[in-house]
T-cell receptor
Framework: DVKVTQSSRYLVKRTGEKVFLECVQDMDHENMFWYRQDPGLGLRLIYFSYDVKMKEKGDIPEGYSVSREKKERFSLILESASTNQTSMYLC??????????????FGPGTRLTVL | AQKITQTQPGMFVQEKEAVTLDCTYDTSDPSYGLFWYKQPSSGEMIFLIYQGSYDQQNATEGRYSLNFQKARKSANLVISASQLGDSAMYFCAMREDNFNKFYFGSGTKLNVKP
């Protein structure tokens, strides 16, 4: 059974803290993605990675960074958490280009609250 | 410009009736894929159905079908014989084949009434 796992379902942090969100997939997928989901805004792409050590900015990268040292793991880092980063964070993975139906597989999400 | 537009923030449907969720998209790439996902209140994203831009026939998966009208750039999801368990958020998404990025709409919250 294919799987994307995220390190925490719920997380509460304080303003200014450094926050790490971890995502691991066991499908040997090339692509990995981080989204945040807010009511009425759908899913917005923060960063994605199409290979180890490669990353590209999505639509809302400000205040975030990412790390992909191994193919199966993609980390999202909030260098100094702020209250406007309170959100649901979803990780996803997919195979690389060249596959017709390369759907994204999602993790269960991490609901982050920054106080 | 918005790549994916879902104009129905919320919808109600009676159990056992059919419902159509609207999705329009914007791309100049001739090769692309369209996806629908379901997100129940538990939060997980569940893949429902896929339509490729070159597919001649509308995609179907059980009670789900995708009404693909290429010239109008619409990819509406049709759920037949609605069930209470269909109550969820539904997201339309697109991937342009030259890129790895996916674009998501803002979602439609479907409530199925008994």
């Amino acid at each position: 059974d294919v799987k994307v796992t995220q390190s925490s379902r719920y997380l509460v942090k304080r303003t200014g803290e450094k926050v790490f969100l971890e995502c691991v997939q066991d499908m040997d997928h090339e692509n990995m993605f981080w989204y945040r989901q807010d009511p009425g805004l759908g899913l917005r792409l923060i960063y994605f990675s199409y290979d180890v050590k490669m990353k590209e900015k999505g639509d809302i990268p400000e205040g975030y960074s990412v790390s992909r040292e191994k193919k199966e793991r993609f980390s999202l880092i909030l260098e100094s958490a702020s209250t406007n980063q309170t959100s649901m964070y979803l990780c996803a993975s997919s195979v690389g280009t060249g596959v017709v139906n390369n759907e994204q597989f999602f993790g269960p999400g991490t609901r982050l609250t920054v106080l | 410009a918005q790549k994916i537009t879902q104009t129905q923030p919320g919808m109600f449907v009676q159990e056992k009736e059919a419902v159509t969720l609207d999705c329009t998209y914007d791309t100049s790439d001739p090769s692309y894929g369209l996806f629908w996902y379901k997100q129940p209140s538990s939060g997980e994203m569940i893949f429902l159905i896929y339509q490729g831009s070159y597919d001649q026939q509308n995609a179907t998966e059980g009670r789900y079908s995708l009404n693909f009208q290429k010239a109008r750039k619409s990819a509406n999801l049709v759920i037949s014989a609605s069930q209470l368990g269909d109550s969820a958020m539904y997201f339309c998404a697109m991937r342009e084949d030259n890129f790895n990025k996916f674009y998501f709409g803002s979602g439609t919250k479907l409530n199925v009434k008994p």
